[in-house]
T-cell receptor, first 114, second 112 residues
Framework: GDSVTQTEGQVTVSESKSLIINCTYSATSIGYPNLFWYVRYPGEGLQLLLKVITAGQKGSSRGFEATYNKEATSFHLQKASVQESDSAVYYCALSGSSGNKLIFGIGTLLSVKP | EAAVTQSPRNKVAVTGGKVTLSCNQTNNHNNMYWYRQDTGHGLRLIHYSYGAGSTEKGDIPDGYKASRPSQENFSLILELATPSQTSVYFC???????????FGHGTKLSVL
């Protein structure tokens, strides 16, 4: 079936350092999935961070970027310089273009040290 | 900004008891969803709805029922709660999941 893999359950980064959170996907029943990053700040619900629906394109929001790499089936989340306020849980997700549901990864807890 | 409100925020239930989790949205979205989040798992879809009066099974529906009496409200019902249903539950609404979903703050359920 279709799935999303986030290899790191928890990542700790010092403030102002760079970040990469890995995400790979398998979309056996969906030819060209739409790809998303959602974020959950402490005490809040999930909210959309960014989305990309076309292979090869990059999405960006709040200093975060992710590129839809169809060949590598990857959608890694990157930020050049993290801030303490970025501490949150980040979820990679996919859906088909006409799908009725999102498929989520396990989430990566980002802790930014001051 | 779209709003999804879940109640209660925290719930402690006894094994074998009935639990109802409620969700209300003011977005006028047709679709609503119930997910659960457990450590080591992504959010997993329990039930969803395309509109008032409709409910559909998601990926892990066993032990759960859902009810959508109106456009705004979507409930998740555990008729006979078990400790394995201890989890954090999220409700969401959206026109299409491939566009954007709006989530509630979550309900932390503990079944003892």
């Amino acid at each position: 079936g279709d799935s999303v893999t986030q290899t790191e359950g928890q990542v700790t980064v010092s403030e102002s350092k760079s970040l990469i959170i890995n995400c790979t996907y398998s979309a056996t029943s969906i030819g060209y999935p739409n790809l998303f990053w959602y974020v959950r700040y402490p005490g809040e619900g999930l909210q959309l961070l960014l989305k990309v629906i076309t292979a090869g394109q990059k999405g960006s929001s709040r200093g975060f970027e992710a590129t839809y790499n169809k060949e590598a089936t990857s959608f890694h989340l990157q930020k050049a310089s993290v801030q303490e306020s970025d501490s949150a849980v980040y979820y990679c997700a996919l859906s088909g273009s006409s799908g009725n549901k999102l498929i989520f990864g396990i989430g990566t807890l980002l802790s930014v040290k001051p | 900004e779209a709003a999804v409100t879940q109640s209660p925020r925290n719930k402690v239930a006894v094994t074998g008891g009935k639990v109802t989790l409620s969700c209300n949205q003011t977005n006028n979205h047709n679709n609503m969803y119930w997910y659960r989040q457990d450590t080591g798992h992504g959010l997993r879809l329990i039930h969803y709805s395309y509109g008032a009066g409709s409910t559909e099974k998601g990926d892990i529906p066993d032990g759960y029922k859902a009810s959508r009496p109106s456009q705004e409200n979507f409930s998740l019902i555990l008729e006979l709660a078990t400790p394995s249903q201890t989890s954090v539950y999220f409700c969401a609404s959206g026109d299409r999941p491939n566009e954007r979903l709006f989530f509630g703050h979550g309900t932390k359920l503990s079944v003892l």
